[in-house]
Nanobody, 122 residues
Framework: VQLQAFGGGLVQTGGSLRLSCEFS????????MGWFRQAPGKEREFVCA????????SYTDSVKGRFTISRGSAENTVHLQMNSLRPEDTAVYYC????????????????WGQGTLVTVSS
C-alpha cells in the first residue's frame, strides 16, 4: 500500500482547508484510512479515520464538528475537510492505512504517506 497526502498550506484562524490522500492497494474494502497529525515538539496523534467498507468514521474530540473525512470521487482518494481551523490545529498531517478494524492508535497503522504541513495563523 502506498499513500500520498497533499493539500496543506497556510490559512487564517477560522478558515478552511481540504487535504487529500491518494492510495494504492490491491483491494480497498478491508482497509481503514486514517489521518494523524504531529505538532512541533509533540507526539503524533489520531485525528480521524474511516472504514473503507461501510464508511464508519471516528474522530478525536477536538475536531468533532469541524473536520470531516470522506471518500473522494476517485476510487483511491480520501479527503479531510477542515473547517473553523484554529492555531492549535497547526501540524504536519499524515494519512495512514491499516488492514482490519477501525482503531485510533498510531501503532496499529502499518502504512503511512509523507506528511503535509498545515499552518493556522492567529
Amino acid at each position: 500500500v502506498q499513500l500520498q497526502a497533499f493539500g496543506g498550506g497556510l490559512v487564517q484562524t477560522g478558515g478552511s482547508l481540504r487535504l487529500s490522500c491518494e492510495f494504492s492497494a490491491r483491494t480497498y474494502n478491508s482497509y481503514v484510512m486514517g489521518w494523524f497529525r504531529q505538532a512541533p515538539g509533540k507526539e503524533r496523534e489520531f485525528v480521524c479515520a474511516m472504514a473503507w467498507s461501510g464508511g464508519a468514521t471516528s474522530y478525536t474530540d477536538s475536531v468533532k464538528g469541524r473536520f470531516t473525512i470522506s471518500r473522494g470521487s476517485a476510487e483511491n482518494t480520501v479527503h479531510l475537510q477542515m473547517n473553523s481551523l484554529r492555531p492549535e490545529d497547526t501540524a504536519v498531517y499524515y494519512c495512514a492505512a491499516r488492514y482490519g478494524r477501525l482503531l485510533q492508535y498510531t501503532k496499529y497503522y502499518a502504512y503511512w504517506g509523507q506528511g503535509t504541513l498545515v499552518t493556522v495563523s492567529s
